[in-house]
C-alpha cells in the first residue's frame, strides 16, 4: 500500500508544479502581449521623429565657414475657412526686406563735337564752353538684388552691374549704402557685392526639388516704380540651350518680370529663394509671361566659389558641339552631341577627339544634350582626368580627357535684355 501512495503523491505532486509553471508561463505570456504594444509604439514613434528631423533641411554652410540661413519648409500663406489660399502676404512680409534696389553710374564721356576744333568757335566761347560740348554724363541704371548673408553679401544679376562706376544700394526699410564688387560671373549672369550695413534679413536658398505648377512670387523694382511683387507659377525646369548664358539650366515661370526686375527674387510660398530673375523673351520690352531664373542651387555654387577664389573655376574642353541630326523625325530623339570643331592644342584634341565625333558618355553618364555636357564638364577640376565615350564611323572608341581650367568667355553676356533706365 505505502509504495503505491507513495508514487501516487508524488505524481500528483508533479502535475500540479507542471500545472503551476504552465500558468506562470501563460502570466507571463499575456504580460508580454500587454506591454509588448506598447514599446513598439514607442519604437515607431520615436524611428518617425527621428526620420522626421532627418528630412529637416540642414543649415548650409558657405565656403568661407559661415552658416547660410535654413530652408523654410512650412508654406505662409493665408487660407479661407473652406481651406482655399487667399493671400501670400506672410511669405512676402518674410522675403522682400530681403529684396534691394540697385541704382549704378557710370560715365560716358561725349564725342567730341568738330566746333571745338573750331578757332573762331574757341575765341567766342573762350573758356566757356557750353555744358553740352565735350562733357562726362552719368548714365543710371536699375535693377535688382538678394541679401543672402546677414553680413552684407547679396547676389544680382552680372549685367546689373557691369562697368559700373558706382553702385548704390536701397533697402526696403528705406537705408541706403555703397556696394563693392566682390567677384562676378559673366557667363552665368551672376555677380555678388557686399554692402557694409547691420541688422540685414536674409533669403535662404531653396536647394530642395521645384516642380513645375508650384506657385512663385517674383520680387524686384520694375521700371523704377518701387517695389513690386507678382505671382504665377513654375511653367519649367533645366531650360537650356536658349543662347542666353553659356551656361544655362533656368526656371521658366510666367510671374511678371519686367525691367528692373533683374537681380531680383523668384521665392516659393514658404519665403525661400528659388532663383534670381535674369531674363525674358519679350519684343516690346515687356513682360510676356516667359521669364526666366538663375536656380538657387548654382546661384549657391557661384557664391561660394567666388567667395573661395575670387572668381568661378570651371573645367574646359576645348569643344564646340552642336545637336545630333535627327533624318527621321518619327524616330526616338537620339542621346547624344556632335563635336562641331576641336580648338587645336586644347585638351579634346591632345586626347584626340576629333571634328564629326559623337560623344554620348562622360565617366559614364549619359549626354543628352549640348548643355548638359558643357555644365556637366565645368564642375570637373582642371587637371583632373576624364573617360569620354564617342562614337566615330559607327564605332566605340574610349578617350581619355584631361580636363583645362576655362577663361571667362562670355565677358559681353548675351541675355535676353530688359531695357535701361
Same mark, same amino acid.
Given at each position: 500500500?505505502?509504495?503505491?501512495?507513495?508514487?501516487?503523491?508524488?505524481?500528483?505532486? #508533479?502535475?500540479?508544479?507542471?500545472?503551476?509553471?504552465?500558468?506562470?508561463?501563460?502570466?507571463?505570456?499575456?504580460?508580454?502581449?500587454?506591454?509588448?504594444?506598447?514599446? /513598439?509604439?514607442? /519604437?515607431?514613434?520615436?524611428?518617425?521623429?527621428?526620420?522626421?528631423?532627418?528630412?529637416?533641411?540642414?543649415?548650409?554652410?558657405?565656403?568661407?565657414?559661415?552658416?547660410?540661413?535654413?530652408?523654410?519648409?512650412?508654406?505662409?500663406?493665408?487660407?479661407?475657412?473652406?481651406?482655399?489660399?487667399?493671400?501670400?502676404?506672410?511669405? =512676402?512680409?518674410?522675403? +522682400?526686406?530681403?529684396?534691394?534696389?540697385?541704382?549704378?553710374?557710370?560715365?560716358?564721356?561725349?564725342?567730341?563735337?568738330?566746333?571745338? %576744333?573750331?578757332?573762331?568757335?574757341?575765341?567766342?566761347?573762350?573758356?566757356?564752353?557750353?555744358?553740352?560740348?565735350?562733357?562726362?554724363?552719368?548714365?543710371?541704371?536699375?535693377?535688382?538684388? =538678394?541679401?543672402?548673408?546677414?553680413?552684407?553679401?547679396?547676389?544680382?544679376? %552680372?549685367?546689373?552691374?557691369?562697368?559700373?562706376?558706382?553702385?548704390?544700394? &536701397?533697402?526696403?526699410?528705406?537705408?541706403?549704402?555703397?556696394?563693392?564688387?566682390?567677384?562676378?560671373?559673366?557667363?552665368?549672369?551672376?555677380?555678388?557685392?557686399?554692402?557694409? /550695413?547691420? $541688422?540685414?534679413?536674409?533669403?535662404?536658398? $531653396?536647394?530642395? &526639388?521645384?516642380?513645375?505648377?508650384?506657385?512663385?512670387?517674383?520680387?524686384?523694382?520694375?521700371?523704377?516704380?518701387?517695389?513690386?511683387?507678382?505671382?504665377?507659377?513654375?511653367?519649367?525646369?533645366?531650360?537650356?540651350?536658349?543662347?542666353? %548664358?553659356?551656361?544655362?539650366?533656368?526656371?521658366?515661370?510666367?510671374?511678371?518680370?519686367?525691367?528692373?526686375?533683374?537681380?531680383?527674387?523668384?521665392?516659393?510660398?514658404?519665403? %525661400?529663394?528659388?532663383?534670381?530673375?535674369?531674363?525674358?523673351?519679350?519684343?516690346?520690352?515687356?513682360?510676356?509671361?516667359?521669364?526666366?531664373?538663375?536656380?538657387?542651387? =548654382?546661384?549657391?555654387?557661384?557664391?561660394?566659389?567666388?567667395?573661395?577664389?575670387?572668381?568661378?573655376?570651371?573645367?574646359?574642353?576645348?569643344?564646340? #558641339?552642336?545637336?545630333?541630326?535627327?533624318?527621321?523625325?518619327?524616330?526616338?530623339?537620339?542621346?547624344?552631341?556632335?563635336?562641331?570643331?576641336?580648338?587645336?592644342?586644347?585638351?579634346?584634341?591632345?586626347?584626340?577627339?576629333?571634328?564629326?565625333?559623337?560623344?554620348?558618355?562622360?565617366?559614364?553618364?549619359?549626354?543628352?544634350?549640348?548643355?548638359?555636357?558643357?555644365?556637366?564638364?565645368?564642375?570637373?577640376?582642371?587637371?583632373?582626368?576624364?573617360?569620354?565615350?564617342?562614337?566615330?564611323?559607327?564605332?566605340?572608341?574610349?578617350?581619355?580627357?584631361?580636363? +583645362?581650367?576655362?577663361?571667362?568667355?562670355?565677358?559681353?553676356?548675351?541675355?535676353?535684355?530688359?531695357?535701361?533706365?
Amino acid at each position: 500500500m505505502f509504495p503505491a501512495v507513495f508514487h501516487f503523491t508524488m505524481a500528483h505532486k #508533479l502535475l500540479s508544479h507542471q500545472r503551476i509553471k504552465i500558468l506562470l508561463e501563460e502570466i507571463n505570456v499575456r504580460r508580454t502581449f500587454t506591454w509588448l504594444p506598447w514599446v /513598439l509604439l514607442i /519604437l515607431v514613434t520615436l524611428g518617425f521623429l527621428a526620420w522626421q528631423q532627418y528630412q529637416q533641411p540642414k543649415a548650409p554652410v558657405a565656403a568661407d565657414g559661415v552658416k547660410m540661413p535654413v530652408e523654410k519648409v512650412e508654406p505662409l500663406v493665408s487660407t479661407t475657412r473652406t481651406g482655399g489660399v487667399d493671400s501670400y502676404n506672410a511669405a =512676402v512680409k518674410v522675403a +522682400a526686406p530681403a529684396v534691394v534696389n540697385i541704382f549704378t553710374t557710370q560715365k560716358v564721356k561725349q564725342t567730341e563735337h568738330p566746333l571745338l %576744333n573750331d578757332p573762331a568757335f574757341r575765341e567766342f566761347f573762350g573758356d566757356q564752353v557750353p555744358d553740352q560740348f565735350g562733357q562726362e554724363q552719368n548714365e543710371n541704371s536699375l535693377g535688382s538684388g =538678394v541679401i543672402v548673408r546677414s553680413d552684407g553679401y547679396i547676389l544680382t544679376n %552680372n549685367h546689373v552691374i557691369a562697368q559700373a562706376d558706382q553702385i548704390v544700394v &536701397g533697402l526696403n526699410d528705406g537705408r541706403r549704402a555703397v556696394a563693392k564688387i566682390i567677384g562676378t560671373d559673366p557667363d552665368t549672369d551672376l555677380a555678388v557685392i557686399k554692402i557694409e /550695413l547691420d $541688422k540685414l534679413p536674409v533669403l535662404p536658398f $531653396k536647394l530642395s &526639388g521645384n516642380e513645375v505648377g508650384d506657385v512663385v512670387l517674383a520680387i524686384g523694382n520694375p521700371f523704377g516704380v518701387g517695389q513690386t511683387v507678382t505671382q504665377g507659377i513654375i511653367s519649367a525646369t533645366n531650360r537650356s540651350d536658349l543662347g542666353i %548664358n553659356t551656361y544655362e539650366d533656368f526656371i521658366q515661370t510666367d510671374a511678371a518680370i519686367n525691367p528692373g526686375n533683374s537681380g531680383g527674387a523668384l521665392i516659393d510660398v514658404a519665403g %525661400n529663394l528659388i532663383g534670381v530673375n535674369t531674363a525674358i523673351f519679350s519684343q516690346s520690352g515687356g513682360s510676356l509671361g516667359i521669364g526666366f531664373a538663375i536656380p538657387a542651387k =548654382v546661384c549657391q555654387q557661384i557664391l561660394n566659389s567666388i567667395l573661395k577664389d575670387g572668381r568661378v573655376v570651371r573645367g574646359w574642353l576645348g569643344i564646340s #558641339l552642336m545637336p545630333v541630326q535627327q533624318e527621321n523625325i518619327l524616330e526616338p530623339k537620339q542621346a547624344g552631341v556632335v563635336v562641331a570643331d576641336v580648338l587645336p592644342q586644347g585638351p579634346a584634341a591632345k586626347a584626340g577627339i576629333q571634328k564629326g565625333d559623337k560623344i554620348i558618355q562622360v565617366n559614364g553618364e549619359p549626354i543628352n544634350s549640348a548643355s548638359h555636357l558643357i555644365n556637366y564638364v565645368a564642375l570637373q577640376a582642371p587637371n583632373s582626368t576624364i573617360k569620354v565615350e564617342v562614337v566615330r564611323d559607327e564605332k566605340p572608341l574610349s578617350l581619355n580627357v584631361v580636363v +583645362a581650367e576655362r577663361k571667362a568667355q562670355n565677358s559681353n553676356s548675351q541675355y535676353i535684355p530688359l531695357p535701361q533706365q
